[in-house]
T-cell receptor, first 112, second 113 residues
């Protein structure tokens, strides 16, 4: 089955700086990679996703890159704001199945 | 608002009791999922419904767990003879327009004493 590793587990940045979270996956059959933001007491919120036929995708201050050869994908948040503070999860979907495998999460703290 | 409501939001029960959670998509969605999330971990897949058919089940879904989606709309997850290890957040998700998109509800937090 799929295994997703995520680093770092915690990340503190000053407001306005950039934050980068990295993930690796194990199964080359995975072809969809969503990122979720989870605030305390709430369910995960889908913030951006990328498919395996695309190398990069951007949505305002958030971007995701994918390196299929190395099985790496990353989340980049620019101009961070205090409201970006949350736990972020990367995930991968294995082939034609519907099961999402999540990483272990990164707790991002943006210091005002 | 992801279009999914879950009830109850919190449930405290004693070991050995049965509990049932409900997931209500606001509008019709073919795909519905259940996940379990323990503290400090990412969600873990439990099961997937395509309309009323349960098409995928995780090995995490032991004999004490059963999920149903009788009319292809709302879904229930029942845990029988609860154990302390069942304490977790139980999340329901619905499929989006994209083939693999999943949108999560707010979850039901279960505490087994």
């Amino acid at each position: 089955g799929e295994n997703v590793e995520q680093h770092p587990s915690t990340l503190s940045v000053q407001e306005g700086d950039s934050a980068v979270i990295k993930c690796t996956y194990s199964d080359s059959a995975s072809n969809y990679f969503p990122w979720y933001k989870q605030e305390l007491g709430k369910g995960p919120q889908l913030i951006i996703d990328i498919r395996s036929n695309v190398g990069e995708k951007k949505d305002q201050r958030i971007a995701v890159t994918l390196n299929k050869t190395a099985k790496h994908f990353s989340l980049h948040i620019t101009e961070t704001q205090p409201e970006d503070s949350a736990v972020y999860f990367c995930a991968a979907i294995y082939g034609g199945y519907q099961k999402v495998t999540f990483g272990t999460g990164t707790k991002l703290q943006v210091i005002p | 608002d992801t279009g999914v409501s879950q009830n109850p939001r919190h449930k405290i029960t004693k070991r050995g009791q049965n509990v049932t959670f409900r997931c209500d998509p606001i509008s019709e969605h073919n795909r519905l999922y259940w996940y379990r999330q323990t503290l400090g971990q990412g969600p873990e897949f439990l099961t997937y419904f395509q309309n009323e058919a349960q098409l995928e089940k995780s090995r995490l879904l032991s004999d004490r767990f059963s999920a149903e989606r009788p009319k292809g709309s709302f879904s229930t997850l029942e845990i029988q003879r609860t154990e302390q290890g069942d304490s977790a957040m139980y999340l329901c998700a619905i499929g989006g327009r994209g083939r693999n998109e999943q949108f999560f509800g707010p979850g039901t937090r279960l505490t087994v004493l």
